[in-house]
């Protein structure tokens, strides 16, 4: 993240043509990091989020003049990288036949040999977890505990109350212990 980052003054090249690309570029180079890693954390593969953030940039740069500044930024980008992380899952899931058990098998066995992927014993237990919640839980669960982001936030980005994302992420954690335990 870069602390000189100053989204109004964003906001005011994206008003006009001939600076909204450097506008643009600012914007992928202040949320390009966080971003990766809430779409990694979904879809564990470092390719597949690759894809996913290149998708949601291009996605904003085509919508851009439709960004009314209602909302942050951030929180824009976030929509709109959550929806490709539920596309891509949905599409995933579709194409699969296997049961649900060999497909955790199958991205646990692609997560381990990522060479991106450099988790310990602790890690891959957490993402084995993860893998058990349903998507909206996990990306409740994410934003939350890997990105500290406020319940506010993460309203705007669902279009969800607060009080039924905060019991999302109470559920989340529950299951996410109750599987920790069985793996000791």
């Known amino acids: 993240m870069n602390p000189s980052y100053n989204e109004r003054e964003v906001l005011e090249l994206l008003q006009e043509e001939s600076t909204q690309k450097r506008g643009f570029e600012l914007i992928v180079a202040q949320y390009s990091e966080q971003l990766y890693w809430q779409i990694r954390r979904m879809v564990l593969l470092h390719e597949d989020a690759n894809d996913l953030l290149q998708n949601t940039f291009i996605k904003a740069w085509t919508n851009i003049d439709y ?10 980008l976030y929509r709109i990288a959550l929806n490709e992380c539920l596309t891509f899952l949905n599409k995933q899931r579709a194409v699969s036949t ?6 955790d098998a199958s991205v646990l066995q692609k997560l381990e040999s990522d060479p991106y992927f450099s988790g ?7 993402q ?3 893998l058990t919640l349903p998507e909206k839980q996990r990306m409740v669960f994410n934003l939350k505990y890997y990105q500290e982001m406020k319940y506010e936030e993460m309203s705007n980005i669902f279009g969800t109350s607060v009080g039924a994302l905060k019991a999302s992420y109470h559920h989340a954690v529950k299951k996410i212990e109750k599987f920790l335990e ?3």
């Open 67 to 76: 960004f009314r500044g209602d909302a942050k930024l951030s929180t824009w």
């Open 98 to 103: 296997v049961s649900i058990d060999d497909e």
């Open 120 to 126: 310990d014993r602790a890690q891959r237990s957490l």
């Open 128 to 130: 084995k977890a993860l």
């Open 182 to 184: 069985g793996e000791v």
